[in-house]
């Protein structure tokens, strides 16, 4: 199983947007509404930040949401904050196993 | 508070065996899938594997599985991971994870604890 396809880095501003994009097959991101995102800062542990493609977890900043189009999902960070600079993870069922995306490089300028 | 610790990490020849464990408090344990994840040192998650609330569904990575065991005992709300024939590709930290749902096959990891590091080296 192969992971999905995520851009190595992604950056923006205090305040603007971005989006990750998660890119995955039929037998994963596009045949089941079960992608995940987490976030990951050094030395700590991943949280999670949207499941089942668009639901957010208690807790996590309405700026984080959640979509998905075909074989790609992707997570959207609105008014980016300086806490916001972390790696981000997808994750997608993919029928009796899990894969993981490689990681985003999220840089807040 | 919701915590999962794990422990059982270590330095391992290769070929040799290791066995993981991964303490719950906090919730209730059975009523959740459980799954581990790891982490090579510098690199992207990977799931190992995944169990359901009552142990009925079980799953492995294609990298791991033959190789590793994946158990859980309610009673004692402690997860598992017996780790065999060990290879340097297996070094990583091995995070224990909360799945939102009982069963397996939505899989979204709510709770991780701060993994246990295993090195295998000769």
């Known amino acids: 199983q192969s992971a999905l396809t995520q851009p190595p880095s992604a950056s923006g501003s205090p305040g603007q947007s971005v989006t990750i994009s998660c890119t995955g097959t039929?037998?994963?991101?596009?045949?089941?509404?079960?992608v995940s995102w987490y976030q990951q800062h050094p030395g700590k542990a991943p949280k999670l930040m949207i499941y089942?493609?668009?639901k957010r977890p208690s807790g996590v900043p309405d700026r984080f949401s959640g979509s998905k189009s075909g074989n790609t999902a992707s997570l959207t960070v609105s008014g980016l904050q300086a806490e916001d600079e972390a790696d981000y993870y997808c994750?997608?069922?993919?029928?009796?196993?899990?894969?993981f995306g490689g990681g985003t490089k999220l840089t807040v300028l | 508070e919701v915590q999962l610790v794990e422990s059982g990490g270590g330095l391992v020849q290769p070929g040799r065996s290791l066995r993981l464990s991964c303490a719950a408090s906090?919730?209730?344990?059975?009523?959740?899938?459980m799954h581990w994840v790891r982490q090579a040192p510098g690199k992207g998650l990977e799931w190992v594997s995944g169990?359901?609330?009552?142990?009925?569904?079980?799953g492995y990575a294609d990298s791991v599985k033959g190789r590793f065991t994946i158990s859980r005992d309610n009673a004692k709300n402690s997860l598992y991971l017996q780790m065999n024939s060990l290879r340097a590709e297996d070094t990583a930290l091995y995070y224990c994870?909360?799945?939102?749902?009982?069963?397996?096959?939505?899989?979204?990891?709510?709770?991780w604890g701060q993994g246990t590091m295993v090195t295998v080296s000769s």
């Open positions: 994870a909360k799945d939102i749902k009982q069963w397996l096959g939505k899989d979204a990891f709510d709770i």
């Open positions: 906090g919730f209730t344990f059975d009523d959740y899938a």
């Open positions: 169990i359901s609330w009552n142990s009925g569904s079980i």
């Open positions: 039929s037998s994963d991101v596009g045949g089941y509404n079960y």
């Open positions: 089942e493609v668009s």
């Open positions: 994750s997608s069922y993919a029928g009796s196993l899990v894969v």
